[in-house]
């Protein structure tokens, strides 16, 4: 099975309108292998890059690899948002979502759309 991300924070303007920042691109990753979920280091070194959305476990270093992939990046808001949510249109097995430090959403449904409430969020970086 291949493990993908697709993700984008999707958040409320005013009553009608939405605005989406798309979270694709170059994200900091790191590889754990032989590691277990329920033992993971909530602190990590970061040790490579890689594009979202994509496939980790077919690329050059981590072909057919089994393991827990680490993602993370950063976006900016211009302004400050009451509640956002963060869509997820594909991940592998199983992920643990986290915004600020927060974790806002943990799912088992591989290769679903997701979506996790984010509570306020205040202009800058994320």
């Known amino acids: 099975m291949k493990s993908i991300?697709?993700?984008a924070?999707?958040?409320?303007l005013g009553a009608n309108a939405m605005e989406c920042i798309s979270l694709d691109g170059l994200w900091n990753f790191t590889f754990h292998?032989?590691?277990k979920p329920e033992n993971m280091p909530?602190?990590?070194?970061?040790?490579?890059?890689?594009?979202?959305?994509?496939?980790?476990?077919?690329?050059?270093?981590?072909?057919?690899?089994?393991?827990?992939?680490r993602y993370r990046r950063s976006f900016t808001l211009e302004?400050?948002?009451?509640?956002?949510?963060?869509?997820i249109k594909g991940m592998g097995l199983r992920g643990t979502f986290w915004i600020d430090g927060r974790q806002i959403g943990y799912s088992k449904l591989a290769y679903s759309t997701l979506e996790f409430a984010t509570g306020p969020l205040a202009k800058g970086e994320h």
């Open 5 to 7: 991300l697709i993700a």
């Open 9 to 12: 924070l999707t958040f409320a």
């Open 33 to 35: 292998d032989n590691c």
């Open 42 to 69: 909530r602190e990590y070194t970061i040790t490579d890059k890689m594009p979202v959305p994509a496939c980790f476990d077919i690329m050059p270093g981590y072909y057919a690899k089994r393991g827990i992939a």
């Open 79 to 87: 302004k400050d948002v009451l509640n956002a949510f963060l869509v």
